[in-house]
């Protein structure tokens, strides 16, 4: 199933929309759908786009539920939905928009056909680092921006995660050169997936738990997920021969968690001020969490599984770059909110990137010299 970047902004949501291809009418309905209080315990629902208790991004879900109920003492209590479970991964933030869910959590470029805007909160193609992300959305008017987006879908969304730097992906052949590429049937959701469509790629943005059959069967070719600590639990070096570097696509991939906006609205002030602490805070542990793992992850990779690394020549990371350019160009071009985010986004990463400059990567290049 190929997603096509389009121009086209929903600016009203039907519930036919929003639960396409099976979910039922007594879902609408169900109570699973409206906040419950009983005896004085508010119970609301959080549905995500990953599989049941992934390392790091299915495990967030469940962390951060489990924090609100604790940090309300017991007031709240959050019921989590992995992927499928309530509504398939990718209708997450219509659940939440419509209110068959109160929460959503998973990556926002997952919902770019909604507003291609939703990339830059995810990321972009030689975009923004972890760090240079929290610096935007928390100081650079990056948050201003998103909840004015969000707002159009009855949401109001917020970093709850970070998996940092992304590998390059899993490849059953090598690329030497940017004509590797052509004709190769990849998984990569977002604007990653739209630069290599423009180098010949058949880029194609399926659910986490479905890649694995992809690459087996041979519907892919080749796959980016995340990193080392999740593509080994996933396995992929079972079925794929080559693992790439640096990943181009994902240079620190925010995660999202969002709430209904009627759900927020009747929250207390305190209330919503746990929700935000949460969130913020399993941002920051995540990142830590990814790094960790990621570590320990590739070692394993390397040393026990024999996995072939390969990183990707500077030919053809400069074709990338030149094409991610027009991408980004072009996103500006769809509608006055995707234009205000993207000049907002460039703007504040062209001061972040020569701090950057003079900060980690210098000292980086230092301490590997």
């Known amino acids: 199933m190929k997603k096509k970047i389009t121009n086209k902004r929903k600016t009203k949501i039907t519930r036919r929309e929003a639960l396409i291809g099976g979910a039922s009418s007594l879902l609408l309905?169900?109570?699973?759908?409206?906040?419950?209080?009983?005896k004085g315990i508010r119970r609301l629902t959080m549905t995500h786009t990953w599989p049941k208790?992934?390392?790091?991004?299915?495990?967030?879900?469940?962390?951060?539920?489990?924090?609100?109920?604790?940090?309300?003492?017991?007031?709240?209590?959050?019921?989590?939905?992995?992927?499928?479970?309530?509504?398939?991964?990718?209708?997450?933030?219509?659940?939440?928009s419509i209110g068959v869910a109160?929460?959503?959590?998973?990556?926002?470029?997952?919902?770019q056909g909604k507003n291609i805007g939703f990339n830059f909160f995810t990321a972009v193609p030689f975009g923004m680092t972890a760090n240079e992300l929290n610096a935007w959305i928390d100081h650079g008017g990056g948050k201003e921006l998103?909840?004015?987006?969000?707002?159009?879908?009855?949401?109001?969304?917020?970093?709850?995660?970070n998996t940092g730097v992304q590998m390059g992906g899993?490849?059953?052949?090598?690329?030497?050169?940017?004509?590797?590429?052509?004709?190769?049937?990849?998984?990569?959701?977002?604007?990653?997936?739209?630069?290599?469509?423009r180098v010949g790629s058949a880029a194609v943005a399926i659910p986490g738990g479905e890649i694995y059959p992809a690459l087996q069967s041979g519907a892919i070719d080749a796959t980016e997920w995340v990193g080392p600590w999740n593509d080994l639990a996933f396995a992929f070096y079972q079925v794929s021969k080559y693992y790439y570097w640096p990943g181009f696509h994902e240079p620190g991939a925010g995660l999202a968690t969002g709430v209904n906006l009627d759900t927020w609205n009747s929250l207390t002030d305190t209330q919503r001020e746990i929700f935000k602490s949460v969130f913020s805070h399993e941002n920051t542990y995540t990142l830590a969490e990814f790094n960790h793992h990621n570590s320990i992850a590739l070692n394993t990779l390397i040393n026990k599984h024999g996995v072939k690394m390969?990183?990707?020549?500077?030919?053809?990371?400069?074709?990338?770059?030149?094409?991610?350019?027009?991408?980004l160009e072009d996103v500006a071009t769809k509608d006055p909110i995707s234009n205000e985010?993207?000049?907002?986004?460039?703007?504040?990463?062209?001061?972040?990137?020569?701090?950057?400059?003079?900060?980690?990567?210098a000292y980086m290049?230092?301490?590997?010299d």
């Open 170 to 197: 899993w490849f059953n052949k090598e690329i030497k050169t940017i004509d590797d590429l052509k004709g190769l049937k990849i998984r990569m959701p977002g604007l990653g997936g739209e630069v290599l469509r």
């Open 310 to 327: 390969r990183s990707f020549s500077k030919d053809i990371m400069n074709e990338l770059k030149t094409r991610s350019r027009e991408v």
């Open 53 to 96: 208790n992934f390392p790091g991004l299915g495990t967030s879900p469940e962390r951060i539920a489990k924090k609100i109920n604790k940090a309300t003492d017991g007031e709240i209590e959050v019921k989590v939905f992995a992927a499928g479970e309530l509504v398939p991964a990718f209708e997450a933030l219509d659940a939440a």
């Open 341 to 361: 985010i993207y000049l907002s986004f460039i703007d504040n990463l062209k001061r972040l990137r020569n701090w950057s400059k003079h900060s980690e990567l």
């Open 102 to 111: 109160d929460m959503y959590n998973g990556a926002e470029y997952y919902f």
């Open 365 to 368: 290049g230092a301490r590997e």
């Open 29 to 38: 309905t169900s109570t699973l759908a409206k906040p419950a209080i009983s």
């Open 146 to 161: 998103w909840n004015k987006l969000s707002a159009q879908f009855n949401v109001i969304s917020f970093q709850s995660a």
